[in-house]
């Protein structure tokens, strides 16, 4: 029966060891649901949806460097107790310069998007390579979540 009371006791101490929240099936769907109106207005020739599209997109942009910033808030300044020798705090601060460093960088690629105003290939090429943008800053934010502690 005590250790049955201990248990809570146990997980409530070891939630500051783990990671912060991901959102990335959040920012995953919204951009699923901005890439299929995308599929629609490339088949349709459909010049309103794309607009509409680019307009969703650059949402989803928004939302990704939202949840950038949380995660770059939530680096809390010193070392985790385990990290105590020297060689280890050496290694942490590598590992969060590089968290710090993949998280600004997505930003500042979703931020030098430019979008395109008409339909034309240059137009769908800069919005393909925009969404591949959007994976790999959701990749990002995602990566640096599970490091995070």
Same mark, same amino acid.
């Given at each position: 029966?005590?250790?049955?009371?201990?248990?809570?006791?146990?997980?409530?101490?070891?939630?500051?060891?783990?990671?912060?929240?991901?959102?990335?099936?959040?920012?995953?769907?919204?951009?699923?649901?901005?890439?299929?109106?995308?599929?629609?207005?490339?088949?349709?020739?459909?010049?309103?949806?794309?607009?509409? &599209?680019?307009?969703? #997109?650059?949402? /989803?942009? $928004?939302? @990704?460097?939202?949840?950038?910033?949380?995660?770059?808030?939530?680096?809390?300044?010193?070392?985790?107790?385990?990290?105590?020798?020297?060689?280890?705090?050496?290694?942490?601060?590598?590992?969060?310069?590089?968290?710090?460093?993949?998280?600004?960088?997505?930003?500042?690629?979703?931020?030098?998007?430019?979008?395109?105003?008409?339909? &034309?290939?240059?137009? #769908?090429?800069? /919005?393909? $390579?925009? @969404?591949?943008?959007?994976?790999?800053?959701?990749?990002?934010?995602?990566?640096?979540?599970?490091?995070?502690?």
């Amino acid at each position: 029966m005590r250790s049955i009371l201990l248990l809570p006791l146990l997980i409530l101490s070891a939630l500051p060891l783990a990671a912060i929240p991901s959102q990335k099936d959040a920012l995953a769907s919204a951009k699923r649901d901005a890439q299929g109106v995308y599929n629609i207005a490339s088949r349709t020739k459909d010049q309103a949806k794309f607009l509409e &599209t680019i307009i969703r #997109l650059q949402e /989803v942009g $928004a939302k @990704i460097s939202a949840a950038n910033q949380q995660a770059l808030g939530s680096i809390r300044p010193g070392y985790p107790a385990d990290v105590k020798s020297k060689q280890a705090q050496q290694t942490w601060d590598r590992k969060i310069g590089d968290i710090r460093r993949s998280l600004d960088d997505a930003d500042r690629e979703i931020r030098a998007f430019i979008p395109p105003a008409e339909m &034309t290939p240059a137009g #769908l090429r800069a /919005v393909d $390579a925009f @969404i591949r943008t959007l994976d790999k800053a959701i990749e990002a934010h995602h990566n640096a979540c599970l490091n995070i502690r």
